[in-house]
């Protein structure tokens, strides 16, 4: 069993990712391009990804890695769009800053320096811009990193809902640090770092068209502690991390189970969920699995160093419902299954449609 | 007179624009906030940069600059939000690209990658989408620079105009390159790489609001290799460079006037402007040196190499009309002085509303 892939077995990967590319027909866009499940896939790999052809995109993770005279620098972005721009236990410049870090501590990248991107609405309250804007100081300096440089635009009315923030980070990742979808290996034990689906549930009760009222906050935060407490405990068993934002951690571990063309196992029972979660889940059909979290990070780890990993997650303030949720396996091929409360299993597939849209 | 400032210095005079602060009082944004102009300034300076505060960002350029492991890291960002998408001379995506390209050039910063993130709006044509992604595909190659990462999100019809691009870049600057509005010096000569105002006057004639046809393209370029030339030509004798986008040329040097606390004197009757540019302004009554450009860079020389600057500038596809505009003096401090064709002066102030939105 390799414990990595060679650069060759990365560059075959990567051919075999191309023939197998979805095609996209769309003639139009429409809101599922933006749900982070099957649909974005196609529009990302059929059509953005072939157009700016080059490895490090192809590579499709969260995040670019760049060889910088001899140090390796991550590079990534994110747009904000979230509708409200304030919810339960949390904001758009929140959001903004967290949800950039979190990719960087995803790749094991101290992060270094983010920018920000404002598209601003005419009209727009100065009282709401502040707030946002104060929102992503006071969690950029949580996690110490400063925004260093920035640009505003401003659109018309009708053009904009009120406020679009891009982040962008880089960080620093240390020597010979090697994590991603192409580390994992059969066996490997899979973590969640916290309760699931808090974040879109959170949105989406936020908007008020439900007619459900639940005590839930977003778990917006950064999980660089997390990232980090992991990397110190098991150093190279730490095979792979990904935050579960858009498409949950489902999608997670069908973008895993695809590159690495292995199977997951999900131990349906063993997902740690909030009862307001279940609940909201129940009456509006939503599985959890697919639901965003805007704080919570998969990590793959060496099953014998699983327990250690678990005990180092759980003893972060972010960490302290980390739970084990599956393994990695041979089969099902590329595939994420589930294995049910009541002894049954499931093909846990990539999200179709998007039935919580703008949630970040 | 001091070639550059000392760390002290900088500090000092970060400490003097923090107490020369605009107030920032609107209670609503407007589309004036956008300008680049006095109003974008008040926001910027009067309430974005303390609520974010950090030495890198209240130095204001337009990117900002890291030490990473020994390395000088130039990081820059910028959204695209120009209407209409595609225009005579160029399209968004190229836009968007040599944007970012150029705020890192004017630093001296070898691009050395992008991120892109789109926020598309339901229901936009996936082929106009395509021809974007491919004109930043073409752009990207153009100048050698590949687009690593990326992000895509979607909102609902009306709430965002077809497409807006955000572009943030990584480039390198060379070990001791000292570069910026803190390195100018009193008796500077001024040069601009080439006709002014083409872009934004490009941009107003395609909207067909005005009863005016003009051959008129944008001059959206890359400016890498007019940086590469000044900086291989002169070398430490070039002082600072700023590409001239949004608020054109006046507006760039009011910013290098008001950071370095001296005085820019522009010759009127120097500076190279299109036929169709100055029939353009003068039936709108919009004077071109606030037009916006996407392919001009205005550089800050020692006198003495001022004319091997100019001339290594049009040796370059991009620089053939370059040309000297005018020189920095100790007086006016802080502003911009006109030296018209018939021999009276005038003062070119910072920019206040917009007369030209949503050109980039």
């Known amino acids: 069993m390799p414990r990595s892939f060679t650069e060759n077995e990365v560059i075959e990967r990567i051919e075999t990712m191309r023939r197998r590319r979805p095609d996209f027909k769309d003639r139009h866009i429409t809101m599922s391009h933006g749900s982070g499940g099957k649909a974005s896939r196609q529009l990302v790999e059929g059509m953005i990804i072939p157009a700016l052809d080059n490895p490090a995109l192809a590579l499709l ?4 890695l760049l060889d910088v005279e001899g140090s ?3 590079l990534t972005t994110d747009s904000f769009v979230v509708s409200p721009l304030r919810f339960p236990g949390g904001s758009i410049g929140e959001l903004a800053v967290n949800g950039t870090v979190n990719d960087l501590a995803c790749l094991g990248a101290r992060p270094l320096a983010l920018s920000a991107g404002l598209i601003l609405e005419e009209g727009l309250s100065s009282d709401v811009l502040e707030a946002e804007v104060q929102a992503m100081a006071a969690a950029a300096r949580a996690v110490g990193v400063p925004v260093v ?4 635009k401003v659109v018309e009315r009708g053009k904009c809902d009120g406020l679009y923030i891009n982040t962008t980070g880089i960080g620093l990742v240390a020597e010979g640090r090697m994590l991603g979808p192409g580390y994992v290996r059969p066996g490997d034990t899979v973590l969640v770092s916290g309760t699931i689906g808090d ?4 949105i989406m009760l936020a908007r008020g068209e439900l007619d459900i009222s639940a005590d839930l906050d977003s778990d917006t935060m950064p999980l660089w502690d997390v990232a ?3 990397m110190t405990a098991v150093g190279d068993d730490l095979h792979c991390m990904r935050d579960a934002t858009r498409g949950g951690v489902a999608t997670v571990l069908n973008e895993i189970a695809m590159t690495s063309q292995l199977g997951v196992i999900v131990r349906e029972d063993q997902l740690p969920l909030r009862d307001a979660v279940v609940g909201a889940s129940e009456i509006l059909g939503i599985d959890p699995l697919y639901v965003a979290n805007e704080g919570k990070l998969v990590a793959f780890v060496a099953p014998d160093r699983a327990e250690e990993a678990l005990a180092a997650v759980r003893a972060t303030p972010q960490g302290a419902d980390a739970a084990i949720i599956g393994e990695v396996a041979v089969e099902p091929e590329g595939r994420v299954l589930g294995r049910t ?3 049954g299993h499931r093909i846990i597939d990539m999200l179709v449609g998007d039935p919580l ?3 970040c």
Chains 1, 2 share one sequence.
Request: charged share 10%; glycine share 16%.
């Open 149 to 152: 440089t920035g640009d505003t």
């Open 228 to 230: 980090q407490a992991l």
């Open 357 to 359: 849209p703008r949630i």
């Open 199 to 202: 974040h879109g549930m959170a």
């Open 341 to 343: 409360t009541f002894g």
């Open 72 to 74: 390796t620098i991550a």
């Open 61 to 64: 993770g969260d995040a670019a």
